[in-house]
């Protein structure tokens, strides 16, 4: 009878090792590339919501600048930070008036026309938007009205 041929021991070894490894470098692989998309997704989330606050700043500072072109009767450029007891502390509005007068055919009295811009930005240490403020976070929004 003739014996039957046994595995060597020395050639089977280790496979078990590098499948673990192998394994657990791209179990690893994964967990970091799911870190770096949810990081971003909530650096984009963080900017979005940013956004939203800076149109709201410029809204608010274009009813201020409609507001003094209809009570007042002033076309002013001013920039004011908005208070500190609101969501938009953290904002700058600068609001632009210009005033036009078109000419009105025949003997009417020409007409006034009136621009407001506003631009809010969160740059509180400027003092005024737009501002070239090369930044991450930096979020400026403008708005336009003509009367």
């Known amino acids: 009878m003739m014996p039957v041929p046994t595995r060597l021991p020395g050639r089977q070894r280790g496979v078990g090792l590098v499948t673990a490894i192998f394994l657990l470098v791209v179990i690893a692989g ?18 979005d919501q940013q956004g939203t606050r800076a149109y709201q700043a410029a809204r608010a ?13 002033m076309c002013e450029t001013r920039s004011f ?19 036009t007068s078109v000419p009105a055919p025949g003997s009417a009295p020409a007409l006034e026309t009136r621009i407001i811009t506003a631009t809010a930005c969160n740059d509180p240490l400027n003092g005024a938007c737009p ?17």
């Open 61 to 73: 500072g274009i009813e201020w600048g409609l507001f003094r072109a209809r009570q007042a009767n």
């Open 131 to 147: 501002n070239a403020k090369n930044s991450l976070d930096y979020v400026q929004r403008q708005i336009q009205v003509q009367f």
């Open 30 to 47: 994964l967990a970091v590339a799911m870190v770096t998309v949810f990081t971003a997704q909530q650096a984009g989330s963080q900017l």
């Open 81 to 99: 930070r908005l208070p500190d007891a609101s969501n938009l502390r953290a904002f700058t509005v600068t609001v632009n008036c210009t005033s």
